[in-house]
Nanobody, 115 residues
Framework: VQLQASGGGLVQTGGSLRLSCVISGSIFSGNTMAWYRQAPGKQRELVASITSGGNTKYADSVKGRFIISRDNAKNTAYLQMDSLKPEDTAVYYC??????????WGQGTQVTVSS
């Protein structure tokens, strides 16, 4: 199983980016996909998650600005990021997991928001 994240880049404050994460290989059903981020000198934190049934959760810092979605048929998750702020600058990692199974991580994609 491999996760390929893409869509990061450099954007000005207030701009938008859309991240994509594609799972290749056979993945367990009933999984949760998520996006985490890690800024320099900080711990990795959960940004947003979505279950296979479409239930979502968001970090307070991104509520109202980011939207997570997924296409189960394509084994793909998306993160639409609007109204970006400099504090959103980080490496963003996609994740897939479920209870009692070893999770998988993508390689990370850099998001930089200039002020």
């Amino acid at each position: 199983v491999q996760l390929q994240a893409s869509g990061g880049g450099l954007v000005q404050t207030g701009g938008s980016l859309r991240l994509s994460c594609v799972i290749s290989g056979s993945i367990f059903s009933g999984n949760t996909m998520a996006w985490y981020r890690q800024a320099p000198g900080k711990q990795r934190e959960l940004v947003a998650s979505i279950t296979s049934g479409g239930n979502t959760k968001y970090a307070d810092s991104v509520k109202g600005r980011f939207i997570i979605s997924r296409d189960n048929a394509k084994n793909t998750a998306y993160l639409q990021m609007d109204s970006l702020k400099p504090e959103d600058t980080a490496v963003y990692y996609c994740y897939v997991g479920r209870a009692y199974r070893t999770p998988y991580w993508g390689q990370g994609t850099q998001v930089t928001v200039s002020s």
